[in-house]
Structures are given as structure tokens and as C-alpha cells.
């Protein structure tokens, strides 16, 4: 596709339901990220996928989130038993890595989910 | 713990104005800081800067990085209400796998 697309655009849960949310990367882009925005908070980053592998998970806020990527594309960000903390705004970006630093890749962000969890 | 700051949180100008918007950042091995507008959900790319001292320019866009300082300067001259938007600074640290981001400056070009 064009761009980065993510769905679904909003999501309305009760606390204590699973959601999932999805996101499809650019194609060919090989790098994918995940971040939440909350009200009044900057990007946080979740977690980055180089194909189907997670190097780094560190910024999952607890075992409730979790990740995965098949086929080196589409990605899903399951939370379970959702809390009324996890209302934000869910972005997803990748990139194309060019051989060097994945630092030098510039990320493409989708347009994101709006979680609220009541 | 990695940070970046920006500065001020938020700003409202008169159309025509120039405004400068600061990031700072304390992060371990760093490797380049990238600046972002975000005027819905998505935030759009602007800048990305590795080299301290040499100035980025996009239209009426343009940033510096200071090492020494750890900081960053976004300048927009000449601003329009089009410009209105949040503007986000993030700096790629460690393996350069994981952007760190500011909270942003929230912008608002008034006729």
C-alpha cells in the first residue's frame, strides 16, 4: 500500500476485555515499531520487530501487552484484560532498513487506533 | 533513564511570525534526533540530524543540532495557520532500534 495503515481507527472496549489491534507496514519495509500516545504524554515506544523477531521489547508496560509479527508484515499489538490506564492512542511505524544503523532509517507512522477502555 | 525535553509546551503566534522550538535531550549513545509534526494521529516526518552544526532546510523549515549542547533547534519562518500542529522531537539511542520522544510543542498559527 501507500502507506502505513492501522485498524481499527477507534476502539471502544470494556475494562477487563482483550483487544487487538493491528498494523500494516509499507511494503517491503522490514521494520516495524509500536508506541502509544496518552493524553498529555509524549510517544512512548512499545516495542520494534526487525522481520518476524522482537529484539527489543522493553517498552511493554507489562505482561498484559504483548506483540507479534507473521510474514515479515502485518503485526498485531494484543492487550489483554484491558484498564482504563491503557486508553491511547496507538501508533505503529516502519521503515526500510538501508544496510546501515537502523538509526538512520526514517520510520513512517500509520494514522494509529484510538483505544478507550471504559 | 533516557529523555528528551522540548520547550515551551506550547505557543500561539500571529501569521508572518518566526518561532523557534528547543529540544534537549540526556540519552545513552546517542545517534541522531529527528523532529515530527503531528497535526492529527500520525506524526509526519521533518528532520532527521546526525552531524552537529549543519543546518537542515525544508521551505520555511529549517533545524540545527548542537552536540555539545545536546540540543536542537526547529525555526519556522514566516509561519501559516497550516503550521499549526504539534511538533515532536525523538532522539534514536542505544542500538538505534528505539526513539525516544518529547512530550512536543503545541503550535498555533492565529490569523
Known amino acids: 500500500g501507500a502507506g502505513v495503515s492501522q485498524s481499527p481507527s477507534n476502539k471502544v472496549t470494556e475494562k477487563g476485555k482483550d483487544v487487538e489491534l493491528r498494523c500494516d507496514p509499507i511494503s517491503g519495509h522490514t521494520a516495524l515499531y509500536w508506541y502509544r500516545q496518552s493524553l498529555g504524554q509524549g510517544l512512548e515506544f512499545l516495542i520494534y520487530?526487525?522481520?518476524?523477531?522482537?529484539?527489543?521489547k522493553s517498552g511493554l508496560p507489562s505482561d498484559r501487552f504483548s506483540a507479534e509479527r507473521t510474514g515479515g508484515s502485518v503485526s498485531t499489538l494484543t492487550i489483554q484484560r484491558t484498564q482504563q490506564e491503557d486508553s491511547a492512542v496507538y501508533l505503529c511505524?516502519?521503515?526500510?532498513?538501508?544496510?546501515?544503523?537502523?538509526?538512520?532509517?526514517?520510520?513512517?507512522f500509520g494514522p494509529g487506533t484510538r483505544l478507550t477502555v471504559l | 533513564e533516557d529523555k528528551v525535553v522540548q520547550s515551551p509546551l506550547s505557543l500561539v503566534v500571529h501569521e508572518g511570525d518566526t518561532v523557534t522550538l528547543n529540544c534537549s535531550y540526556e540519552v545513552t549513545n546517542f545517534r541522531s534526533l529527528l523532529w515530527y509534526k503531528q497535526e492529527k494521529k500520525a506524526p509526519t516526518f521533518l528532520f532527521m540530524l546526525t552531524s552537529s552544526g549543519i543546518e537542515k532546510k525544508s521551505g520555511r523549515l529549517s533545524s540545527i543540532l548542537d552536540k555539545k549542547e545536546l540540543s536542537s533547534i526547529l525555526n519556522i519562518t514566516a509561519t501559516q495557520t497550516g503550521d499549526s500542529a504539534i511538533y515532536l522531537c525523538?532522539?534514536?539511542?542505544?542500538?538505534?532500534?528505539?526513539?525516544?520522544f518529547g512530550t512536543g510543542t503545541q503550535l498555533k498559527v492565529e490569523l
Open positions: 520487530f526487525q522481520g518476524n523477531s522482537a529484539p527489543d
Open positions: 511505524a516502519s521503515s526500510s532498513p538501508t544496510g546501515r544503523s537502523p538509526s538512520t532509517d526514517t520510520q513512517y
Open positions: 525523538a532522539a534514536f539511542t542505544g542500538g538505534g532500534n528505539k526513539l525516544t
